[in-house]
């Protein structure tokens, strides 16, 4: 069964600040590795999807790593800003009989100060 | 890129009442839908897999009689939670699976209240 953990579960930061939000999993034959955002009552936001055969993914000023023999993800947000707070959300989608169901960590509650 | 709706949005109903809950795939086919329930403060916990033309399954401890799940089409699920009670009360958000890379878009969340 796929667990996911998230650390911190709450980090503060100012303006500006690099930061680095880690996810590590238990089942390493995972299919993909997503990040999502959430805000406060609403939905998910999907950030970036690794596929297992890769090794990172990069959107702009996020750039998520998956290391799969680690059991390992990273998100890495460059140039914080006030916007980017909100909860951070990564879950492990396996593949075959779990019908790629996602199992979510729970999260990284992240505020940037202005 | 893909959207998810639902709704509605927030209810409030009360207690014994039944309710009913929309997912809809707006751009794209979805074959698989799942339905999660979020307490204040905690991650996003599955209720139940939905396919397509098939019956839904459901996760450990998860009461299918109590939360009806239909996927009529490959673009409509609907959960319906059934005599409703106060403990019932929960944050409700649904995704729909692309295929592949079996993507998950997710809908903006029901806020359910029963009272």
């Known amino acids: 069964k796929q667990e996911v953990t998230q650390i911190p579960a709450a980090l503060s930061v100012p303006e500006g600040e690099n930061l680095v939000l880690n996810c590590s999993f238990t089942?390493?034959?995972?299919?993909?590795l997503q990040w999502f955002r959430q805000d406060p009552g609403k939905g998910l936001t999907s950030l970036l999807l690794?596929?297992?055969?890769?090794r990172e993914q990069t959107s702009g000023r996020l750039n998520a790593s998956l290391d799969k023999s680690s059991g390992r993800s990273t998100l890495y947000i460059a140039a914080s800003q006030p916007g980017d707070s909100a909860t951070y959300l990564c879950?492990?989608?396996?593949?075959?009989?779990?019908?790629?169901?996602?199992?979510f960590g729970k999260g990284t509650l992240l505020t940037v100060n202005p | 890129g893909a959207v998810v709706s639902q709704h509605p949005s927030w209810v409030i109903c009360k207690s014994g009442t039944s309710v009913k809950i929309e997912c809809r795939s707006l751009d794209f086919q979805a074959t698989t839908m799942f339905w999660y329930r979020q307490f204040p403060k905690q991650s996003l916990m599955l209720m139940a897999t939905s396919n397509e033309g098939s019956k839904a399954t459901y996760e450990q401890g998860v009461e299918k009689d109590k939360f009806l799940i239909n996927h009529a089409s490959l673009t409509l699920s609907t959960l319906t939670v059934t005599s409703a009670h106060p403990e019932d009360s929960s944050f409700y958000i649904c995704s729909a699976r692309a295929r592949v890379p079996y993507e998950q878009y997710f809908g903006p969340g029901t806020r359910l209240t029963v009272t």
């Open positions: 879950a492990g989608q396996n593949s075959g009989g779990s019908n790629y169901k996602l199992t």
């Open positions: 089942d390493s034959a995972i299919y993909n």
């Open positions: 690794i596929q297992s055969s890769q």
